[in-house]
Each structure stands twice: as C-alpha cells, then as structure tokens.
C-alpha cells in the first residue's frame, strides 16, 4: 500500500503565532483518516495546506510521489487531483447542481459537454442526488442535498483523495445521517479521504486511523478504538468525556 | 405654446433633432461600452492584481472621480493634439467620457466583487480552476448580478451627461437644440422636448434593467436588497 499523501514537519504561522507545529503523518492508498480536535487545534489550516490553499511555511507535502510544496509547482493542477468538501458547501450559487459538477470536468479537464454531463450525471447519481434536483440552484436545495451535489462536484474530478471539512457541521441531525452515508460508501469503494469532523460514530465505523490534534501538533493518532475509547493522552480523555457526554444516550 | 407652432419645429427641424438623438444614442453606447469593459478590468486588478498594479489603477479612478469631467474632456480634445494625438470631436467625447465612466464602473463592480463570499473563491480553487479561470466562470458571474442597479444608474448618468459633449462641437441632442433654438427662438418649447426625451430614456433604461435583474436573478438566492 503505496502513501497517497507524506505530510512531514509542517508549520505555518498566522503573523507570529504557529497554528500548525510540526505536523506529520501519511495517507495509504484507499486509506480514510479521521482528524479530531477542538476548535482552534490547526485542523481546517491543516487541510488547505494540503491543497495548497494556504502556503505552508515550513515542511513538505508530498502527493502520489511529488512534492507539491516545492517552488514553482503549479497549484491549480495539484487541486485538481485532490477533492475539496466544505463545511458550509460552497456550491457556486449562480449555477444548477448539473453545472456545478460539469464546471471542473470542462474548465479543468477540457472535457466536451457531452462527456462532461456523462460523468456528471454518474457522480450524482452516486451521492443519491436524482434527476429532478439536477437543475436547481444551491438556494433551492437542502443542506444535505447541497453537501452531497459538493461531495459529487468533488469526486467527478477522480481525484487521488479528498479532504472533508467539517462536511456535517452546518447540517441538521436527519441531514448529517445522509451526509455521512454517502461518505461511508465513498470509503467503501476505495476513495482516499482525510475527514475533519466531530462525529465519532463515523470515525469508529469508517477511520482506518484516528488523528487527534490540540494547538496545531498532533497529540495522540491511533485506531479509532484507541484514540476515541481508551485515549492516553490527558488532553484526548478530556475532550472524548466531553463529546460521550454530548452524544451517548447513557 | 401652439400646436401649429410645434408642428411646424417638427417638420422643420424634425430630421436634425432625430439625427442629433441618434448621435446621443451612439456616444451614451460606446462610452458605456468602453467605461464597462475598463471597469471590470480595472476592478479585478484592483482585487486581484499585484502592489504595483493596484497603485495604477487606484490612480486612475482617484484623478478620474475627482476631476470634472468637462476638465477631462477639454484635456483630451485641445491639449492631445499639442502632443500630436488630434481627435474629431465624436471620438473625444467617446473617450473622456468612457475614460470617466471606467472609474465610476469599475467603483460599482469592485464593491460588488467584495460582496462575493470568500468562500466561492476557495471553491473555485479547490476544483482546479486557475485563479483567471475563478474570476471568469464564478466570481464576475455572480458580482455582475449585484452590480445590475448600480450600472442601470450609470447608463442613465452617461445618457444625460452626453450631453457636455456640445461643449467641443458634437452634434448630439444638446447641440442641435442649441441650434434649433438659435434659429427659431423657440427656446422653452425645443429644451422642454428634449428634457423629456431625457426622462423618457432615463424610465425606458431603468424598466430595460429591472427585466435583465429579474432575467438574470438566481433561483432560490434572497438578495439583501430584496428581503
């Protein structure tokens, strides 16, 4: 199982304060990672470093063999192979659900129309979204609707991975559970993921490998039944009494 | 002020009032079309654009909005061709006054351009798109829309202020009921038509922009100034 993706030793700094200290860690092929944290812990700027929305200021990303951090790597290309998810969407607002996810395919990929509304029309159709809903705007549909139309504007692209941003943290509960669904099969089907999120039912069920990050350094990493049941670490025990208390029916 | 009389304008000067419209027609469309297209430049650079740029174009729309546009147009039709550039009067009316509707436009365009989310633009990004790719296809689309009233105002600006073209000989509205005026004496009767010719422009481009707001608006997006 040959690393997707090498972070190693990465900081980055907002004006003088690290919000990212020395992170590392690898993403296999096929591979999902859940990073956990509290708000604040570097795990948003983590992910735009990844896709180069935020320049790292020290340490290397390494994606399928290239470094991607290097000077005079061409950062549109690097996005283009890796799948972006946000917490609040981000559908551009002006197009229909159709065009959202042909945009990439024909702007990115030079693909015709045709091919284009082809693989548009599997990708979601992949995520649960039918045709009905294809020509509405973002405005029109649900929360959970436009997470999954983002989720298949992402996976159109075949990337090598995708990161998720808190994907359910701007959703209803009922909406989370489709959200999460969708997810689920992704990883299922052999997508590469890092997944950003406080569900800790998805961790124990999908992760490979659970992340815990506090103050932009990684503090403990592990199974999901290590880090989210028997933590080590002083900081994760804390924090996962908190969250059992806010999810658990006990 | 009789009938007759102003039958009699009509079938006298008629033809050049129409002619002298058209010239109004023709100057308000191309300075438009100019001060549009150097607005949505100008705008992007001053977003997007690097220090350097930025500074010109902030230039730019600072000297241009804070001079009179009279100033301007006098600048380019008797002191360009001392340095050897000579325009017809037509052509330098265009330009000043598309030059000083560039700033003006490219005013509206920027703040609607920042009224477009953060978070559209880290979209773009994200699927790959070049950063000239973003701008085109999702960013312009959407800050456009926004700036749909505020470019309604200009064009009725521009129309009215057409009009200080006279001041360097343009036969447009404004100089050929000067004219007629001159001739005929009728003074109040010939600028009383053309003021409502300038009304009636003015309400025809405002309903001919709340059809395009309304063609153009997305489905499902409340826009603040519609709640």
Redesign the interface.
């Known amino acids: 199982m040959g690393a997707v993706l090498e972070v190693s030793n990465l900081w980055k700094f907002f004006g003088k304060s690290p919000v990212l200290r020395g992170v590392s860690f690898s993403v296999g092929e096929g591979e999902a990672k859940v990073i956990l944290g509290p708000s604040g812990a570097g795990k948003s700027t983590l992910l ?1 470093c990844i ?1 180069l ?1 935020i320049k790292p200021d020290r340490g290397s990303i390494i994606l399928d063999g290239e470094e991607v951090t290097a000077p005079g790597v061409n ?3 690097v ?6 998810v ?1 917490q ?1 969407f ?5 197009l229909t659900a159709l065009e959202n996810v042909m ?2 395919l024909i ?2 990929k030079g693909m015709n129309k045709d091919d284009a509304f082809k693989v548009a029309r599997e990708s979601l159709l992949s995520v649960g979204i039918s045709e009905d809903l294809w020509n ?5 549909l649900s929360g959970g609707q436009q997470q999954r139309v983002a989720i298949a ?2 996976i159109a ?1 075949s990337p090598r991975l995708v990161l998720f941003d808190e994907p359910t943290s701007a959703l209803d509960p009922e909406l989370i559970w489709e959200v999460l669904g969708v997810m689920e099969k992704l990883s299922r089907e052999g997508m590469t993921m890092i997944v950003v999120t406080h569900e800790l039912g998805f961790a124990m069920k999908v992760a490979d490998e659970v992340v815990f990050m506090d103050s932009g350094a990684v503090v403990e990493r592990g199974s999901p039944e290590e880090v989210i049941l028997r933590p080590r670490n002083e900081r994760v025990r804390r924090f996962m009494e908190r969250m059992q208390y806010v999810y658990s029916l006990k | 002020m009789s009938f007759d009389k102003l039958l009699d304008l009509a079938y006298s000067y008629g033809g050049l009032l129409f002619n002298g419209l058209l010239v109004s027609f023709y100057l308000t469309a191309l300075s438009y079309l100019i001060g549009f297209t150097l607005g949505v430049l100008i705008s992007i650079a001053r977003t997007y654009g690097v220090r350097f740029v930025k500074a010109v174009c902030q230039a730019f729309v600072e000297l241009t909005r804070g001079t009179p546009m009279l100033v301007q147009l006098f600048l380019i039709y008797y002191v360009l061709p001392r340095v050897g550039l000579a325009l017809d009067p037509l052509s330098a009316a265009i330009i000043a006054i598309g030059l000083n509707s560039a700033a003006y436009q490219s005013e509206y365009l920027r703040a609607s351009i920042s009224s477009i989310s953060y978070s559209q633009w880290e979209a773009a990004l994200s699927i790959g798109l070049t950063k000239l790719q973003a701008v085109r296809e999702v960013i312009l689309p959407q800050s456009i829309r926004v700036a749909i009233p505020a470019l309604a105002n200009e064009l009725i600006y521009l129309f009215k202020y057409s009009s200080i073209a006279y001041f360097i000989t343009v036969p447009e509205l404004m100089y050929v009921s000067k004219f007629v005026g001159s001739r005929t004496f009728l003074y109040v009767e010939i600028y009383s038509i053309i003021a409502v010719i300038y009304v009636a422009f003015s309400i025809a481009a405002t309903e001919a922009f709340k059809f395009i707001e309304k063609r153009t608006s997305i489905p499902g997006l409340r826009i603040s100034t519609r709640l």
């Not at chain 1, 509405?136 to 029109?140: C, F, N, R, S």
């Open positions: 735009r896709n929305l950062a549109a290309r996005r283009s192979k890796i799948g972006f946000f609040h981000n559908l551009f607002n002006h945009l990439g702007k990115v509405k705007y973002p405005a029109q504007r992402a692209m």
